[in-house]
């Protein structure tokens, strides 16, 4: 299992936990630097999504990939935060106590007017949003394979 200085030189995440966000800030003696998932990462730029917008989109959804648009429905299945293992009541070991802040901070880095422009990256419509919602819920539990068993 990686620990937190070999995850980091190796480009892996620490242990065997899922990654706890998509993008974020490390700090290190050294300084402070930004850390994007490498998997979500290229595949973003496989399927020529990543760019300046869908960055700043990343970082104003606190990282999540649920709620942008324009994101392909398998991807947002593929990667998931940490968290929303969490809200599912599933339980995983941790490596190093996880916590969610009582504030998000406030973006400034963001421009929130160039966000409203650029919503919609590649054309999708509501189908597959709808689709996303469906798939696996608490409610609907023989819909999904993981929790019908």
Known sequence: MPTASTAQIL?????IEPYTNNIYSRRVLSGEF?????HLLKDLTDLDLWNENMKNRLIANNGSIQNIDGIPIILKHCIKQFGRFLKRGLKTGMYYLRTRPAVNAIQFTVDKKA?????NVNGTNGKEK???????????KEGCISCSG
Request: proline share 0%; glycine share 8%.
């Open 34 to 38: 930004q850390v994007v998932n490498q």
């Open 11 to 15: 480009g892996n995440n620490e242990s």
């Open 130 to 140: 709808q689709m996303a919602d469906i798939v696996c819920s608490l409610e609907n």
């Open 115 to 119: 966000l409203k422009e650029g919503t």
